[in-house]
T-cell receptor, first 114, second 113 residues
């Protein structure tokens, strides 16, 4: 199993550009999520999904869109990049069960917005 | 912010010593989890403790949970240089989104050889 994969690993954008961060998992996990990690801020939840066709907002959703058309994929779209979105982005997945929900993380995407 | 707090923010010890990190959280939890992050990498799950448990062990890791104080601690015994990493607690409130976690800000642990 590849686990959770993310592409690209690094990306530089100009203000106003759009892009999609890709995330895929091969563990048949129901739950997938996107976090951003900034220095001194820990991980903050952007969007999450409990299954195909179901998404919801996390703590910091503004400027980001998600969709979940399949169990495996959960792309994150930046609509119009801003310097405040410079961060490291992590995708994670888990079972959505009351007693078994440890999360598996991808390696991250380091995004710089100029 | 809904994030909990971790204490200390940074901890520096010698190999062989024990390291203790503390976490306070804000909500009623289903479980609390601890993760490790090596520099430049994604997070790796270490241990999960459920709300009806008070203590749990896994190898050199010992986790305690006090739901009355909304706090947890992670003890790493006989630390090694390879334990150098950031450590995060994450609270799971349950509800309909069982996978949803809220992370603390983390403790940076440095273990000197």
């Amino acid at each position: 199993n590849a686990g959770v994969t993310q592409t690209p690993k690094f990306q530089v954008l100009k203000t106003g550009q759009s892009m999609t961060l890709q995330c895929a998992q091969d563990m048949n996990h129901e739950y997938m999520s996107w976090y951003r990690q900034d220095p001194g801020m820990g991980l903050r939840l952007i969007h999450y999904s409990v299954g195909a066709g179901i998404t919801d907002q996390g703590e910091v959703p503004n400027g980001y869109n998600v969709s979940r058309s399949t169990t495996e994929d959960f792309p994150l779209r930046l609509l119009s990049a801003a310097p405040s979105q410079t961060s490291v982005y992590f995708c994670a997945s888990s079972y959505n069960r009351v007693s078994y929900n440890e999360q598996f993380f991808g390696p991250g995407t380091r995004l710089t917005v100029l | 912010s809904q994030q909990g707090e971790e204490d200390p923010q940074a901890l520096s010890i010698q190999e062989g010593e024990n390291a203790t990190m503390n976490c306070s959280y804000k909500t009623s939890i289903n479980n609390l989890q601890w993760y490790r992050q090596n520099s430049g990498r994604g997070l790796v799950h270490l241990i999960l403790i459920r709300s009806n448990e008070r203590e749990k062990h896994s190898g050199r890791l010992r986790v305690t949970l006090d739901t009355s104080k909304k706090s947890s601690s992670l003890l790493i015994t006989a630390s090694r240089a390879a334990d150098t990493a950031s450590y995060f607690c994450a609270e799971n409130a349950g509800g309909t989104s069982y996978g949803k976690l809220t992370f603390g800000q983390g403790t940076i642990l440095t273990v000197h050889p």
